[in-house]
Antibody, heavy 121, light 110 residues
């Protein structure tokens, strides 16, 4: 069974940093692109960042570019999101998502349960 | 950049057929595949349709996706509505490294 388990969420002050992790199991992790998608409370889905199978192709939403960094460790079957200079508007449930193929331009397949990030002083 | 616009909400009775639209502004709807995701209350999204009209594994054939280039829109059609179909539905597409979601449509089955 494919599983994606996010961790690292929590309460953080504006301007501080937080690192999310996503542990993958049940599939050949290094064959697939991965993404982070967030959902603010009561709001819709917003794509945050994506990374291809090798880590050589990466993209970010304009709202996080320059502040967030996506990375992956295929040996550890893990995806990461380093979030710096956090703002109130970054407060959301962050989902780890598996792509249908190794290219991050492929559709999204399996979603994790999410990790909540709360930004407040 | 581009936008995907969906109706805020739709409602229909069990057993009926509903169609949710997703209109692209800023580019052609046929230039990149469209996906549809279902999110039931309190749950993570799940993939319903990918690559315009392909059903994800385990999705019943009551769900279908289509593209209409004349209206520059995509549609998700659900036939034989069941109360379990009540959820938020999001369309999604891609352009030049950027993924975009529609604002979501709340489907009520009453």
């Amino acid at each position: 069974e494919v599983q994606l388990v996010e961790s690292g969420g929590g309460l953080v002050q504006p301007g501080r940093s937080l690192r999310l992790s996503c542990a993958a199991s049940g599939f050949t992790f290094d064959d697939y692109a991965m993404h982070w998608v967030r959902q603010a409370p009561g709001k819709g889905l917003e794509w945050v960042s994506g990374i291809n199978w090798s880590g050589g192709g990466i993209a970010y939403a304009a709202s996080v570019k320059g502040r967030f960094t996506i990375s992956r460790d295929n040996a550890k079957r893990s995806l990461y999101l380093q979030m710096n200079s956090l703002r109130a508007e970054d407060m959301a449930l962050y989902y780890c998502v598996k792509g249908y193929s190794g290219n991050y331009a492929s559709a999204f397949d399996i979603w994790g349960q999410g990790a909540m990030v709360t930004v407040s002083s | 950049n581009f936008m995907l616009t969906q109706p805020h909400s739709v409602s229909e009775s069990p057993g009926k057929t509903i169609t949710i639209s997703c209109t692209r502004s800023g580019g052609s709807i046929v230039s990149n595949y469209v996906q549809w995701y279902q999110q039931r209350p309190g749950s993570s999204p799940t993939t319903v349709i990918y690559e315009d009209n392909q059903r994800s594994s385990g999705v019943p054939d009551r769900f279908s996706g289509s593209i209409d280039s004349s209206s520059n829109s995509a549609s998700l059609t659900i036939s034989g509505l069941k109360t379990e179909d009540e959820a938020d539905y999001y369309c999604q597409s891609y352009d030049r490294t950027n993924w975009v979601f529609g604002g979501g449509t709340k489907l009520t089955v009453l």
